[in-house]
């Protein structure tokens, strides 16, 4: 199937997009507002060249307000576009100012494009600079060695967040070209291209709203933190901010949620059933070891799951799961209860920093609980009996396209 965006798509993109590597910038098109569109000067330019000062604080946070809370921009960056189709930059671009108009980021989003395994290298170079001089070394100190500790390029995965450290410069989004080229069929790359991109766009979405106090509409950071992060954020055995299935599985969830919004010719649900079986697959084979899959393993951090320090009985599984398990439990708690939707898309995480300053360390858990009115330990027998079902019961549980695409989170 070729790809045709809805009219009212092209009438409202682009936009000033920048253009890396030798390439001039997109054409200027109407109808650009709420969001800022700004050229590559702008977008790799830091926010904060050195940390801002807290406004207040608390026992469990400090606070702080950013310039750019009243009109937080969206950039896209792409780098040697003569790489990069030219329905793939009109798409993207369309994907990421339809989530950012309908599901608003209320931090800047700055997304790098590029062919990651074609690019020259002194493009891709440039990328890692970039990055490091907005998110890493924002005061230029350290540069070199911030680019050489970058990951190696050519199989990168797409990625996107915001940390306590890059939150004063916003959040970033990673895209590349083999995300959408690593499918046999046009239908294929086009779902999932898109859905990944959605994906990742919700990360940047869940990963602010974890700051944000909607109250006062100030961003606050945990104290432990800022005053002992490595024990606080460097450990593979608890829950440091999300639980491993809720925060992957969420955008697995969110993303799908605005991919089947964003193109209703798409049938997204067949990507949704490739991963309830991906998820079904990791329980049986789990099962062939004697090893009873808990989504509640899956809280931890990944490197857990592949060794026999997993908090299971010592059998290693994939961390796959995170995304496929995690997936389905959304799925299923949305079949539980309508209302479920938006709960699960939004008001976890508007509820989290509140309940998170009220119990540090904790309100991923309460957030939850208080959400769905049941304690974590309910869930995980419900949903581990849940996934023991015959396939039937999980393809009932999955929606239609239909209802994905009327199912409303405001």
Request: aromatic residues 14%; charged residues 25%.
């Amino acid at each position: 199937m070729h790809f045709t965006l809805n009219t009212f798509y092209f009438s409202v993109i682009i936009l000033l997009i920048s253009a890396c590597g030798g390439s001039s910038p997109s054409e200027t098109v109407t109808n650009v507002d709420p969001i800022t569109w700004v050229n590559s000067q702008d977008c790799n330019k830091a926010s904060y060249p050195t940390k801002p000062n807290a406004v207040s604080s608390d026992s469990a946070y400090r606070y702080y307000e950013y310039h750019w809370q009243s009109d937080p921009q969206l950039c896209i960056q792409f780098y040697e576009k003569d790489l990069l189709e030219d329905e793939w930059e009109t798409r993207i671009s369309a994907a990421l100012l339809y989530a950012t108009e309908n599901l608003p980021n209320i931090v800047p989003v700055n997304a790098y494009v590029v062919d990651q395994k074609n690019a020259l290298q002194t493009t891709l170079t440039q990328i890692s600079k970039d990055v490091c001089l907005v998110f890493r070394t924002p005061d230029g100190s350290d540069l070199d060695n911030c680019i050489a500790r970058a990951d190696p390029w050519g199989n990168r995965s797409a990625a996107a967040g915001v940390s306590d450290i890059s939150l004063p410069q916003g959040a970033e989004l990673h895209f590349f070209r083999d995300v959408w080229t690593g499918h046999d069929t046009p239908e294929r790359q086009v779902s999932h291209g898109v859905k990944v991109l959605m994906h990742e766009y919700y990360h940047t979405y869940q990963n602010s709203m974890k700051f944000y106090f909607e109250d006062t509409k100030k961003f606050g950071i945990r104290v432990q933190w800022e005053d002992d992060r490595a024990s606080f954020l460097g450990e593979q055995d608890f829950v440091t901010v999300f639980p491993g299935w809720l925060e992957e599985g969420g955008a697995e969830f969110g993303g799908w949620a605005l991919a089947s919004k964003f193109d209703k010719t798409v049938d997204q649900r067949t990507g949704m059933i490739a991963h309830m079986d991906e998820a079904r697959s990791v329980i049986n084979t789990a099962a062939g070891k004697g090893d009873t899959v808990s989504l509640k393993d899956y809280e931890y951090k990944g490197g857990l799951y592949e060794s026999s320090n997993n908090p299971n009985n010592g059998e290693a599984r994939e961390f796959a799961y995170a995304y496929t398990g995690g997936f389905m439990a959304h799925v299923y708690l949305w079949s539980l209860d309508d209302a479920n939707y938006k709960k699960l898309i939004v008001d976890y995480y508007i509820n989290y920093a509140e309940k998170d300053k009220l119990n540090p360390g904790q309100g991923w858990k309460d957030s939850f609980e208080d959400l769905f009115g049941m304690s974590m330990e309910k869930f995980y027998s419900d949903f581990d009996a849940f996934m023991l079902k015959d396939r039937n019961a999980h393809l009932t549980a999955l929606k239609s396209m239909d209802l994905w695409r009327s199912a409303s989170w405001e």
